[in-house]
């Protein structure tokens, strides 16, 4: 179960990977797209044990890293953190709906944060871009508008039909 | 397993960033290309499509008060017309990049479809030419009008990675319409820095920046174009410079398979007998 589980959520990241540089670089409102590989380990990292789930994000953040120009790494330590941070706090975001809606926001806001500040440590100048701060605002908001959709998937896809009561 | 994960990838930046873009790193860039490019070349193809039409569906928010048959009807008519429309911006594309002329007529083109790009804040592309077309590193990128772009950083079989000048990294060698030769650096977005050390003639806005012929890039490219007049103080010019190519509407490229070679830059000094361009090999498009 727990391999089948592994499995799947790899197999979800890689989904969201190619989505991520295929349809969203199209699919941009304001300019801004989802990040749906943040919010698919936001999502996956819920239903999976601790190691697991940061090496998922390590490796889903390293494919990203792989297919684009930015410091190999980048992306990788984001998501390590992202899905390290999820873990810590599932217990408590997994409550009620707006709890886990507010928790998405938050993880988002941080992950995107942190790609912009040790992104300009690492050369990056993303704080020259001026729509960053539309960047760091919206990203949040589409992924929390995403999870609706995502989070029940997730929970289906990981823990299978029987516990189609636990979707939220 | 944290530790270890958080501090393997301030390892992979550090190593990355030392390495520029090459060794390890641009050969693991390179297998990942080559195993997600076709995938992503497929999903495109059937993404796009979907795409175009939900655009013209939303293009029809100022119908609505309209009856529902007639409604549908004008969304299905106007989906097509979208359709068309989009082929027709690629087919103009095309001919524009049929009869690109480009400052050097023998260099040979590859016109290449963008396939992917990276994430919000990754300004870098994926085209759908590589090796078996003939593509190497380091070829320059142009857009459907000739205005540069950037450069191949990374080939596979199937594909190419694309570094924009526009890279934070990124600087060109450029020439400006008063002749004096500059450099134009990525800022990371959609516009540049114009430095020209030492300057002694001022530039004006609008003014054309061409590349000036270098390790990197072939000379004539067309740029960027200034964005504030400036005059030199204490013999040196820094001034903004907005770039010719649209970076977010990208969707056809042109590859110039040029590379550098010693004898061009024999050429280039022979006849003029002119100072030849400093610091041509720290020019970069990017990590």
Known sequence: ?168 | MLVVLVVLSFLLMTFDIRASGGGVAGTLREGTQAVFAPVQEFATSVISPVVDFVDGLANLAGLRDENETLRQRIAELEARIDEVGALEAELETLRSIADLTLPDESIPIKPARVIARGDNFDSSFTIDKGTRDGLVVGNPVVDENGALVGEVSIVTRDAASVVPIIRPTGAVIVESQTGEIGVVLGQGLAQLIFEVNPATEPVFADFLLRTAGSAKFPPGLPVAKVAESASPEAAKIRTEAIPLADFNRLKLVVVLQWTFSAEDQEEEKAPAGETPVEDAGAETGGT
């Open chain 1, 1 to 168: 179960m727990r391999t089948r589980a592994i499995g799947l959520a790899l197999l979800a990241a890689a989904i969201a990977v190619i989505l991520q540089t295929t349809l969203f670089a199209q699919v941009r409102i304001f300019e801004v797209a989802p990040d749906l590989v943040m919010l698919t380990v936001i999502a996956v990292a819920r239903r999976l044990d601790a190691e697991p789930a940061v090496l998922l994000g390590f490796t889903s953040g390293l494919a990203m890293d792989l297919l684009g120009s930015s410091p190999l790494g980048l992306r990788a330590l984001v998501l390590t953190v992202i899905a390290y941070a999820t873990v810590r706090t599932r217990d408590r975001f997994d409550i009620n709906v707006l709890a886990t809606g507010m928790a998405v926001v938050l993880l988002s806001l941080l992950g995107v944060v942190l790609i912009v500040v040790i992104g300009t440590l690492f050369g990056e100048a993303s704080f020259r871009d001026p729509n960053v701060f539309r960047k760091i605002l919206l990203i949040p908001v589409y992924n929390f508008v995403l999870a609706g959709a995502m989070f029940p998937l997730s929970t289906v896809v990981l823990l299978g039909r029987r516990r189609r009561e636990l979707v939220l």
